[in-house]
């Protein structure tokens, strides 16, 4: 028989990822107790299986490598890359205090910033690369949260809705996954943090009817459902944005997914080809990014490619994907790796490019044009190809068997909309009144405000301010238990 338990905290906060250890570090040291909900079995969300990296603005370490970098040039490379449609005071909010308030920030609680790389739509260098990945910085900053005192950590523990007094937020029921309890909890103020809805398919088509056409796969942790959304939506929250999601189209269907649903995300061939069903190139293939090569994609009739590769090819890929990564670590182990290569009915291979061409369903004629021609721009050393304007300098020809194909399907891995705050993380309802109680940070937020990024992120930008809207959040919400100022550099409008 199931129990009932009733519990007792200042800041609660849902959700273990980027959010859960910003907004529990942010209220700890204001003085609140903290204690955080996590429904899946295991901590960090999609922040600790992240790549890690956090595009930020006039850093020491851009200093350091002689990067000239501003809040101002970051802004104009955000709005401009987002299509116009980024809120413009959250994203100045975000990147004036980025290198204050998340580099040094997250470097003075234990996180190594290691790496500065360049990434489209910026005009400098400014994903910064923790050590050790997302997990690294995950890590780093869990450590920190539990050095100072926030010791309770409850998996398998789905927040359902919320315990509200008149009109106002007074706690979380939730469900305790193993055993079926029902726990609630109450609190002076409850942070939400329970990111975005990429894992889930029906939402997705919901918000975004024209993918019902063809097959997108489900990549973001498996945790991103869009919970927060019901449970804020119940209480009369706003969203914004929803039909805005981020895609990435280096991803096949995996295949240990008994639904079909899921989608593992390949890196490591940068010199294949892409073709449409067609057996035709469509593309410049070095323009992988959610603005360039998804949009290419998707745009394909059927909306998937096959990126073609020959033996000398395959060295490099790599799957980010923790059920590929060594345990502990995300560094991929190659044994896992190969036998994906042998297993998956989305990797196929044959020794001529004709039997290839068969294999996948292409019209064998265009197919092995396409690939004659590709190697024929190679073979003559010119500097573009003629086609797409890839660049050719160093580039291998396709010609040595066994030759490779990946089926290149389109995968939702960030929610660029979400549930509309305002600068202190509260939800708004439709007359954008603060819902009393609560506050909203991280993907659940589109990142942060309701959709911080535009029509596209330069990367970078999902961590970055999921953790700073995090600490937003968890700064007001400890003020509304009593415990600090708030977060008081709010942005000067
Ligand atoms: C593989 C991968 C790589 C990425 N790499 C990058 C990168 O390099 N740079 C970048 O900027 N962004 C990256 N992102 C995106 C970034 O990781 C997320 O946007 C960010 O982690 C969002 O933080 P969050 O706290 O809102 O959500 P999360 O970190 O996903 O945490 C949300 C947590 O809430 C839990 N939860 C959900 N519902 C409930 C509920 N009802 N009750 C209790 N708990 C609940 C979830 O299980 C999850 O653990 C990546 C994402 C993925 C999937």
């Known amino acids: 028989m199931s129990a009932q338990i009733t519990m007792k905290t200042n800041v609660l906060v849902v959700g273990s990822g980027a959010v859960g250890v910003a907004a529990s570090i942010e209220a700890r040291e204001a003085g609140a107790k903290v204690l955080v909900i996590e429904q899946a079995d295991h901590l960090g969300g999609a922040a600790a299986i992240s790549g890690g990296g956090c595009c930020l603005a ?99 523990t789905a927040a359902k809705e919320f315990i509200v007094e008149d009109g106002r937020v007074v706690g979380v029921r939730a469900e305790r996954g193993d055993s079926g309890d029902t726990v609630d909890i109450m609190a002076d103020a409850v942070v939400m943090g329970t990111g975005g809805f990429a894992s889930n398919l029906d939402m997705l088509r919901e918000h975004r009817p024209d993918l019902r056409e063809h097959r997108v796969l489900e990549g973001s942790h498996i945790g991103a459902q869009g919970n927060g959304h019901r449970i804020l939506g119940e209480m009369g929250g706003i969203t914004t944005h929803m039909d805005e999601v981020w895609f990435y189209v280096f991803a096949i269907p995996d295949h240990r997914d008994p639904k079909g649903r899921r989608g593992l995300v390949v890196r490591g061939v940068p010199d294949g080809i892409w073709v449409n069903a067609q057996g035709l190139r469509f593309h410049n293939e070095d323009l992988t990014g959610g603005a360039s090569g998804a949009p290419a994609v998707m745009s394909q009739d059927p909306a998937y490619c096959w990126s073609i590769l020959d ?16 345990p502990g670590t995300s560094r991929n182990d190659p044994a896992k790796i190969a036998k994906l290569m042998e297993e998956s009915p989305s990797i196929v291979s044959a020794d001529t490019l004709d039997g290839l061409a068969s294999q996948i369903g292409v019209p064998s004629g265009a197919f092995v044009d396409s690939v004659a021609r590709y190697n024929s721009s190679v073979d003559q050393g010119l500097e573009t190809d003629p086609d797409f304007g890839r660049p050719l300098a160093n580039r291998r020809m396709i010609e040595r068997p066994p030759y490779f194909a990946l089926n290149f399907v389109p995968l939702a891995r960030k929610s660029f909309g979400g549930v509309k705050t305002n600068l202190r993380c509260q939800p708004l309802d439709k007359h954008y009144r603060p819902i009393p109680g609560v506050y909203a940070a991280g993907e659940l937020a589109g990142m942060a405000g309701g959709h911080i990024n535009g029509k596209n992120g330069l990367e970078g930008t999902m961590l970055g301010p999921s953790l700073f809207s995090g600490r937003v959040a968890g700064a007001w919400a400890a003020k509304e238990a009593g415990f600090g100022a708030g977060f008081t550099e709010t942005a000067a409008r």
Do not use: C
């Open 311 to 326: 033996s000398t090819m395959t060295d490099g890929i790599s799957v980010s994907d923790p059920q590929y990564y060594v």
């Open 58 to 156: 006039d850093t020491p370490l851009q200093r350091e490598r002689g990067i000239e970098d501003s809040a101002d040039l970051a802004f104009d490379d955000w709005i401009r890359f987002g299509e116009g449609s980024a809120d413009e005071v959250w994203a100045r909010f975000y990147l004036e205090r980025s290198s204050k308030d998340l580099f040094e920030w997250a470097a003075n609680r234990g996180v190594n910033w290691v790496g500065v790389n360049m990434n489209e739509g910026n005009s400098v260098a400014r994903w910064h690369a923790p050590e050790g990945g997302g997990g690294g910085i995950w890590h780093a900053l869990h450590d920190t949260a539990v050095a100072q005192g926030v010791d309770t950590w409850m998996t398998s």
